[in-house]
């Protein structure tokens, strides 16, 4: 479907869960979030038949996320389901890659493409402070498993951090020698008020052109990363600066949250719900929400936070 700027909307990314085994603290608060009851969440049976609903009005592509998806029980189903939607031509997910070890080679047989993986630091106790609680040995046992399982594409996605992880773009920019695996720098979103990180710690994707001079860049690939790549490396190299350089003018997403709310837009407030409601129905608040997508985010910076009204694991990133 084509929304009133003229953007063609195919990718549809579907948090599963709020709930996530981490604390990242850009992401989600310490004591975790209020558990909201199964009831206003929706079924496993209700997320297909919004993905076919979607997959109707022309969504091809589907990104899993959360919250944590791994944690969810019923994941290996859901993904099963997803992929046998009509019309859907990928099924990709995004995760910490904690829980990797153990479901990396069964979400491949489930007919999961491509992973996305979140790992902001390759040391161990940053590792431990960032998550307030993960364990930086099963985020690495978890890549590795997703490289022997061999899905067609991964990314490991990276959110810079001033005075937290600056200092490391070059080490986890390696991580393109050492995998065939992309790796792309985030700028951290000014997301959620109780968040730890104020204007400071923001630091624009050209901070990393300028610490990897050798960087060599590559033709665009439509998708929102701007892509490079280092010398001898196997995987490349994205930057992606919702802040400083957005690109809602090439948007072609919408968001579904776990509690049944569509989001046409990261950034902003209007949701449609779909909860409780028949695919036909889901379909007509799909395609309303995609004609009221807006143009562009709005004001956001490193000092006008995003005007989302929830926090990132409740919408899945
Ligand atoms: N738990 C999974 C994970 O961490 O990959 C999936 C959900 S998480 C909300 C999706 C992505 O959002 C992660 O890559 C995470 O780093 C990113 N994210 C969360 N909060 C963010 C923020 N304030 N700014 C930029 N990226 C953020
Ligand atoms: Fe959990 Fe992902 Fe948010 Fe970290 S970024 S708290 S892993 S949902």
Redesign the pocket.
């Known amino acids: 479907m084509i929304d009133s700027y003229g953007r063609t909307i195919t990718y549809l990314r579907l948090s599963v869960t709020e709930l ?1 085994n981490l604390r ?1 603290r ?2 989600m608060p310490e004591d975790g979030i209020c558990k909201k009851s199964h009831e206003q969440m929706l079924t496993e049976e209700e997320m297909i038949c919004a993905v076919r609903a979607a997959a109707g009005l022309g969504i091809r592509k589907l990104r899993i ?5 791994l944690v969810k029980k019923n994941i290996l189903s859901l993904c099963r389901k997803a992929v046998q939607v009509p019309g859907i031509t990928e099924v990709c997910l ?3 890659a904690t829980l990797l070890p153990e479901l990396a080679a069964p979400l491949k047989e489930a007919g999961v493409k491509r992973i ?3 790992l902001d630091t390759l040391n161990e106790e940053k590792y431990r402070y960032i998550t307030r609680r993960g364990d930086l040995s099963q985020a690495l046992s978890g890549i590795e498993a997703a490289v022997s399982a061999g899905f067609d594409k991964i990314k490991i ?1 990276a ?1 810079l951090i001033g005075g937290f992880n600056e200092e490391e773009i070059p080490a986890l920019a390696e991580l393109t020698r050492k995998y065939s695996a992309d790796v792309r720098f ?1 700028e ?2 000014p ?2 008020d109780g ?1 730890e990180f104020g204007p400071d710690a923001y630091i624009p994707c050209e901070r990393v052109k300028e610490v990897l001079p050798d960087l060599q860049e590559l033709d665009p690939d439509g998708g929102v990363a701007k892509l490079y790549t280092l010398p001898g490396a196997m995987g490349n190299i994205g930057l992606i600066s919702p802040l400083s350089r957005h690109f809602c003018g090439s948007c072609n997403r919408i968001r579904i949250t776990a509690d049944g709310r569509i989001k046409p837009c990261l950034h902003r407030e209007a949701e449609y719900s779909i909860k409780g409601l028949k695919e036909e129905q889901m379909a007509e608040q799909i395609r309303l929400a995609i004609e009221r997508k807006p143009q562009w985010h709005g004001e956001l910076s490193a000092k006008q936070r995003s005007c989302a009204g929830r926090t ?2 409740q919408i ?2």
Do not use: D, R
């Open positions: 996530c990242c850009y992401c996320t959360g919250g944590e998806p995004t995760t910490n996305n993986i979140s996605n959110v985030i951290l979103m997301m959620y968040g990132m694991n899945g990133g």
